[in-house]
């Protein structure tokens, strides 16, 4: 049985991305428009994009994703995981020394209200801290 991957071996596995039609069902989206399933990769690319001080919404977070990859939609399921899976690698960074300065700052688009911090397997209080360090709402 091969060993359980590190977050950040799941990150750095996590590449590219694929552009699909959105299927019928989905509510809110034209079926038939493209719709983006961004790879952990490419959210955490688009995360330190983001300059200190200023934060995003998750659904702030997909329309530019959306827009940088000419989707018209980007999945919001897919996205929550890959934001789950960056803000586990950032945790188990900073667990492992790495200084928060050098983490992805993914309390930049993770709010108290944010749905993936239900999934962390860690306490994410550190992020309301550094929300506030960067003078974002809480």
């Known amino acids: 049985m091969a060993p359980e991957q590190s977050w950040d071996e799941r990150l750095e596995a996590s ?13 809110n989206m034209t079926p038939g428009k493209s719709m983006l399933y961004p790879s ?3 959210v955490n690319d688009a995360i330190l994009a983001i300059p200190e001080g200023q934060s995003v919404t998750p659904k702030e977070l997909r329309t530019l994703l959306a827009n940088q990859h000419n989707a018209d939609y980007t999945c919001p399921v897919t996205t929550t995981m890959m934001l789950r899976v960056v803000a586990e690698a950032a945790n188990e960074a900073h667990r492992n020394g790495v200084p928060l300065i050098e983490l992805t700052p993914i309390w930049r688009v993770l709010d108290k209200r944010a749905f993936a911090l239900r999934k962390l397997t860690f306490d994410s209080g550190y992020f309301a801290d550094q929300r506030a360090r960067e003078g974002l709402p809480a």
């Open 15 to 27: 590449d590219g991305i694929d552009i699909r039609p959105v299927p019928e069902g989905r509510r």
């Open 40 to 42: 952990a990769r490419v």
